[in-house]
């Protein structure tokens, strides 16, 4: 059983807890020890800085995504990440062929503010985002109307959050640096990019 997050502009649902199919995994340490973890860099107003994260790309075969002005071709799915990626599939009704990986090491670790817009992944993409680990909050802030307040969502461990219709579109969303000490977290993001070779 899902719950329906009641926000404006957006179509997002969360599974949480015993209603999480993820609900007493022990994924956590499979991933954290079996993904290729590495950095990245970005550049930003003409200097490159290395993400605040670590990262992996994984997909079907000639998969091709872009973001930060960087290009990820996807290396190929563990048994572990399809048998997830299946359970992405069930909960969203919607299909996926990539997901990207997302290790932050720490309270220090963060995402800025983004949306998952790329021209590949067509209009109104359905994402589909797994925790596991520390949680860490996931906060949403509205591309056009200033008069909404931003949304925070605690994201715990074995907890799945599905963006669907128009929420990419008008909604901006990040995880933010901590002062309190936190452990490690993994946040899987499933998608479904439209045209590859």
């Given at each position: 059983?899902?719950?329906?997050?009641?926000?404006?502009?957006?179509?997002?649902?969360?599974?949480?807890?015993?209603?999480?199919?993820?609900?007493?995994?022990?994924?956590?340490?499979?991933?954290?020890?079996?993904?290729?973890?590495?950095?990245?860099?970005?550049?930003?107003?003409?200097?490159?800085?290395?993400?605040?994260?670590?990262?992996?790309?994984?997909?079907?075969?000639?998969?091709?995504?872009?973001?930060?002005?960087?290009?990820?071709?996807?290396?190929?799915?563990?048994d572990l990440l399809l048998r997830l990626r299946?359970?992405?599939?069930?909960?969203?009704?919607?299909?996926?062929?990539?997901?990207?990986?997302?290790?932050?090491?720490?309270?220090?670790?963060?995402?800025?503010?983004?949306?998952?817009?790329?021209?590949?992944?067509?209009?109104?993409?359905?994402?589909?985002?797994?925790?596991?680990?520390?949680?860490?909050?996931?906060?949403?802030?509205?591309?056009?109307?200033?008069?909404?307040?931003?949304?925070?969502?605690?994201?715990?461990?074995?907890?799945?959050?599905?963006?669907?219709?128009?929420?990419?579109?008008?909604?901006?969303?990040?995880?933010?640096?901590?002062?309190?000490?936190?452990?490690?977290?993994?946040?899987?993001?499933?998608?479904?990019?439209?045209?590859?070779?």
């Amino acid at each position: 059983m899902s719950i329906l997050l009641t926000i404006p502009d957006a179509e997002i649902l969360l599974f949480e807890g015993i209603h999480s199919p993820l609900f007493g995994s022990t994924y956590f340490e499979e991933l954290h020890q079996g993904i290729s973890w590495h950095t990245e860099s970005i550049t930003l107003y003409g200097k490159s800085y290395l993400q605040p994260r670590l990262i992996e790309f994984y997909g079907e075969q000639g998969i091709e995504y872009k973001y930060s002005k960087k290009i990820y071709t996807a290396v190929p799915w563990t048994d572990l990440l399809l048998r997830l990626r299946d359970i992405a599939s069930e909960v969203a009704q919607a299909p996926f062929n990539c997901m990207l990986a997302n290790l932050y090491r720490n309270e220090r670790d963060s995402m800025g503010f983004h949306a998952d817009d790329e021209p590949e992944l067509g209009d109104n993409p359905t994402i589909v985002s797994m925790s596991f680990g520390a949680t860490r909050t996931f906060v949403l802030k509205h591309r056009h109307r200033r008069e909404i307040q931003n949304v925070r969502i605690p994201l715990t461990s074995e907890s799945i959050l599905v963006m669907k219709g128009a929420t990419q579109a008008n909604w901006l969303h990040g995880i933010g640096k901590k002062k309190r000490t936190l452990g490690p977290r993994i946040n899987l993001t499933f998608r479904h990019v439209k045209h590859y070779q």
